[in-house]
């Protein structure tokens, strides 16, 4: 999958994050991860690209038996965040701590692969 991110930055600083990658949960399962590429945040709202690689195969049992309207809970988790080859821990524990959660709806994603949500919600 690609991507933007909407990240807000209250503060007056600038912080070069460099590379970021997270992790992405539903109901505690792990389904793929995320990774943002030389991630410069300037004060206020950042919109940053994206590229995400997803596991359909943990994704489509959460959808066919719980979230039947095709709209899946994500969380995400940082995990790493390295500049220049280097890891950076006094940002990356910070990600780690502070997992951001938001809804992704995937109905045309499913209707792309052929699944229908009337297929879903009707019981056929």
Do not use: C, W
Not at 19 to 47: E, I, R
Request: charged residues 15%; glycine residues 8%; neutral net charge.
């Amino acid at each position: 999958m690609v991507g933007n991110a909407l990240i807000p930055n209250p503060s007056v600083l600038t912080v070069d994050l460099g590379d970021v990658v997270a992790d992405l949960y539903a109901d505690s399962v792990y389904v793929g991860n995320a990774t943002l590429n030389n991630v410069v945040l300037q004060p206020g709202d950042n919109t940053i690209p994206l590229k995400a690689a997803a596991n359909t195969s943990a994704i489509l049992p959460l959808v066919l038996s719980k979230y039947k309207n095709g709209v899946i809970p994500i969380e995400i988790r940082g995990r790493t965040v390295t500049k220049n080859g280097v890891r950076l821990p006094y940002y990356e524990e910070p990600l780690k701590a502070s997992p951001i959660n938001f809804q992704m709806d995937l109905t045309s994603t499913l209707a792309a692969l052929g699944i229908p949500l009337s297929s879903l919600t009707s019981g056929h």
